[in-house]
């Protein structure tokens, strides 16, 4: 597709259920990003990867959130044992370089309700 | 820590007016600065990226100005309308690649 593709677009887990979030960046992107937004506030980081590096992961919450990008295209979030503060939409960005001139795209989201 | 606000939190205008929307941030050393645009239920749209030596950029009815020196941005819509409703949100990088850190935007609503 032409765009940062998430799935799912909606997700209701039970407290204490591990989901796994998916994002498709633009292809050949080198850069991804995941933010987590709250409802009424802006995005708030959680981590970036450059190709299948993890360059930054310092604003995950708590160890009960991991991401990865093993070939460097599609990545996933996981939560384990989901929290109700987890509930959040959850936004992957993508750009073509490192984000420097270039515009970075964001999909349009997967919206966890933990329940 | 790097610190962004928006004012106002919320705007409602009548179609035609020009408005602007303000963006401040704690620390002057940025890398860029850039406004996007959130519909409801939908990802953010980047709308105009400033480099830190550039004072502004313009696209469209829309020109966006920056100020290090002073940590302050400015968002101005021309002619502004209905379709022009959504969230508007500033973030700001501190290096080339790094992480965007986000104000909590302005609500903004023209009203036909």
């Known amino acids: 597709g032409a765009g940062v593709s998430q799935s799912p677009r909606y997700k209701v887990a039970k407290r204490g259920q591990d989901v796994a979030l998916r994002c498709d960046p633009i292809?050949?992107?080198?850069?991804l990003f995941w933010y987590q937004q709250a409802l009424g506030q802006g995005p708030e980081f959680l981590t970036y990867?450059?190709?299948?590096?993890?360059?930054?992961k310092s604003g995950l919450p708590s160890d009960r959130f991991f991401a990865e990008r093993p070939e460097g295209s599609v990545s996933t979030l996981k939560i384990q044992r989901t929290q109700q503060e987890d509930s959040a939409v959850y936004l992957c960005?993508?750009?073509?370089?490192?984000?420097?001139?270039?515009?970075?795209?964001f999909g349009e989201g997967s919206w966890l309700t933990v329940v | 820590k790097q610190e962004v606000t928006q004012i106002p939190a919320a705007l409602s205008v009548p179609e035609g007016e020009n408005l602007v929307l303000n963006c401040s941030f704690t620390?002057?050393?940025?890398?860029?600065l850039q406004w996007f645009r959130q519909d409801p239920g939908k990802g953010l749209t980047s709308l105009l990226l400033?480099?830190?030596?550039?004072r502004e950029q313009t696209s469209g009815r829309l020109n966006a100005s920056l100020d290090k020196s002073s940590g302050r941005s400015t968002l101005y819509i021309a002619a502004s309308q209905p379709g022009d409703s959504a969230t508007y949100l500033c973030?700001?990088?501190?290096?080339?690649?790094?992480?965007?850190?986000f104000g909590e935007g302005t609500q903004l609503t023209v009203n036909p």
């Open positions: 960005a993508s750009s073509s370089t490192l984000f420097d001139r270039n515009t970075i795209y």
């Open positions: 292809s050949g992107h080198v850069s």
């Open positions: 990867f450059q190709n299948e590096a993890q360059l930054d």
């Open positions: 620390d002057s050393a940025i890398y860029n």
């Open positions: 400033i480099q830190s030596s550039q």
């Open positions: 973030a700001v990088g501190k290096t080339s690649g790094s992480r965007l850190t």
